[in-house]
């Protein structure tokens, strides 16, 4: 199978090693699904076969709970990489 490698920084290695954690996915997977929705547009569609990709969220919570969850992964990652928080979604 073929490879692909990209240079980042450490703090953009850690930021996605972090959001591929909160969805449940390795690094190698989670840079793969993000490149082929992007390029085949599909985040904007449906989600198709191998390339649903979101963040993990346990069963039987509320949708406020669901919000600060995924709000909380998305900050995570913006604060590792100095970037400012999001107050919403």
């Not at 840079?31 to 547009?41: G, P």
């Not at 191998?50 to 406020?64: A, F, H, R, T």
């Given at each position: 199978?073929?490879?692909?490698?990209?240079?980042?920084?450490?703090?953009?290695?850690?930021?996605?090693?972090?959001?591929?954690?909160?969805?449940?996915?390795?690094?190698?997977?989670?840079?793969?699904?993000?490149?082929?929705?992007?390029?085949?547009?599909?985040d904007?569609?449906?989600?198709?076969?191998?390339?649903?990709?979101?963040?993990?969220?346990?069963?039987?919570?509320?949708?406020?709970?669901e919000?600060?969850?995924?709000?909380?992964?998305?900050?995570?990652?913006?604060?590792?990489?100095?970037?400012?928080?999001?107050?919403?979604?």
């Amino acid at each position: 199978m073929p490879t692909i490698s990209a240079k980042i920084s450490k703090k953009e290695l850690d930021a996605i090693t972090e959001h591929a954690n909160a969805c449940g996915e390795t690094v190698s997977n989670l840079i793969r699904k993000c490149v082929i929705r992007h390029a085949t547009f599909m985040d904007g569609f449906n989600e198709e076969g191998d390339y649903k990709l979101g963040i993990s969220i346990p069963d039987n919570v509320s949708g406020e709970e669901e919000s600060m969850i995924v709000l909380g992964s998305i900050n995570k990652a913006r604060r590792i990489l100095g970037l400012q928080e999001q107050d919403r979604l």
